[in-house]
């Protein structure tokens, strides 16, 4: 679902005016309407620093100039998405530029951490939007249950599943997966 530009861009400056309230950690925008986000718990934190310090450490050799990095914002304005990833791989050199948003273009991989509250949206409405903006890679890691689900190929047609403990090869990476922790 796709909203009319106009909508998108009041969506927009509305979630660029909000204040930070304590215990959200991300502001986004989908399904027509902004969606706030309880602020991750910290097993949540810890897969996501471990999977950017495994993927940072193979980055110099199968791409140069690319980091593993969370905390910006994706934007797809004519899909009406605005999107914080967990985990994003991109260039370096895109954070140094004056925009709001990374756009999907330059991304290769996106990482989402299930959180306790919302699974739903990290296997539902995140595979359709991360599909739809044409992310190569989306790895989605269950903390829940232990398990993660690698999706690739156009329109990820190609599911690949894992438990924690694995080691998981998501596109030119490989990844143990038995440093992560399930949520207690």
């Known amino acids: 679902m796709s909203i009319d530009p106009a909508g998108y861009a009041r969506l927009r400056e509305i979630a660029d005016r909000l204040p930070q309230v304590p215990g ?3 502001v986004e925008i989908a ?9 991750p718990v910290n097993r949540h934190e810890l897969a996501v620093l471990r999977i950017a310090r495994q993927l940072n450490a193979q980055l110099p050799n199968t791409h140069p100039g690319y ?3 969370g905390g910006a914002d994706l934007e797809d304005a004519g899909l009406g998405r605005l999107r914080n990833p967990d985990l994003m791989v991109f260039r370096e050199e895109a954070l140094d530029v004056e925009k ?12 989402e951490i299930v959180s306790k509250s919302n699974p739903e949206n990290d296997y539902h409405h995140k595979v359709r ?13 269950d903390p829940r249950k232990g398990t993660g689900i690698v999706h690739d190929e156009p329109g990820y047609t190609s599911r690949t599943e894992f438990a924690f403990g694995d080691t998981v090869t998501v ?7 038995s440093v992560l922790r399930t949520y207690a």
């Open 67 to 69: 980091i593993a990095h």
């Open 171 to 177: 596109g030119p990476w490989s990844l143990d997966t």
């Open 100 to 111: 709001p948003a990374l756009l999907p273009h330059e991304v290769l991989l996106v990482v």
């Open 129 to 141: 939007d991360y599909a739809a903006m044409g992310i190569p890679l989306y790895l989605l890691i």
């Open 24 to 26: 959200i950690g991300k």
């Open 31 to 39: 399904e027509g309407g902004i969606v706030l986000a309880p602020s």
